[in-house]
C-alpha cells in the first residue's frame, strides 16, 4: 500500500499539469500556508519566553532519555522558561509532561500517517495542528529562547541543523542549544569535526554553537547561565 502510494505521488510530481490545476491546487495552496502562519503566530505571541526540546516519537515512558526529558522540562520551567514540543508521543510527551503544571507545555503537532499524535501533557489552547512542517519549523525558531535536543532520528536532526544554520547564518540570535546524551551524539560529532571542518565546509567557531551534556542539571544550566550572562529575566 506505501509502495503504491510513493508510486502515485511520484508520477503526479512528474506530470504536466493544466493552468486550472495549477491555479486551483498550487496557487490556492499559498492561502492554505498563509492561514497556518496567521493561525500559529496569534496563539504563540501570548505565550512569554520558552525552550524547544526536540526528540524520537519512539522513545517510551521507560526510557532513560524520556525520563531525563521529563526532567529537563520540569527544570526548565523552574527556572522561568515555558516548553514546546513537537506535540506528540516519545520525548516530546515526555517535555509536555514535565512542564504540565509548573509552567506552558506548547504542542506544535503534525499531521502525520503514523507515529504522530496529540499527548495528553500540552496546554488547551496551545495545541496546534500543522499540515506543513516548514511551517512549524518557523514556529519552533520564531518563540524560542533556546533548543534542548534529545536524541532522535530525521527529524529530530533536521530540527537541530535548522537551529544551527539560522544561528550560525544570524538569521535569528545565538541562542543556547544542548545536545543530551554524549555517546548518542559522539558519531555525528567526530564527523562534523573530521569531515566538515576538515574539508572548510564549518568554521571552527561553528563547534561551539552547542554544548553537550549528560544529565538534567547540565542541560539546564547552561541555559540558566546564558541568560544569567546576559542579566535577561525571564519569567512570566
Known sequence: MIEEDDDKRLHESLRQKNWDETITKDSWMVFRVMSEFVDGYEKMARI???VSI???????????????????AKKITEIGFGVITGGGPGIMEAGNRGANGSGKSIGLNIELPFEQHFNPYVDKGY???????????????????????MPGGFG??????????????????KFPIVLVGSEFWS???????????????????????????DNADDAVAHIKAFYDKYSVSVNF
Open 187 to 213: 558519531g555525528l560529532l567526530d564527523w562534523f569535526k573530521s569531515t566538515l571542518l576538515k574539508e572548510g565546509l564549518i568554521a571552527e567557531q561553528d563547534l561551539s554553537l552547542f554544548r553537550v551534556v
Open 48 to 50: 512569554g519566553p520558552c
Open 156 to 173: 529530530t536532526l533536521d530540527e537541530l541543523t535548522e537551529a544551527l544554520t539560522l544561528i550560525q547564518t544570524n538569521k535569528i540570535g
Open 54 to 72: 526536540f526528540g524520537s516519537a519512539r522513545l517510551k515512558e521507560d526510557n532513560f532519555y524520556y525520563k531525563m526529558a521529563v526532567d529537563i
Open 127 to 149: 495545541n496546534i495542528n500543522f499540515d506543513y512542517f516548514f511551517v512549524r519549523k518557523v514556529m519552533f525558531v520564531k518563540y524560542s529562547q533556546g533548543f534542548v535536543v
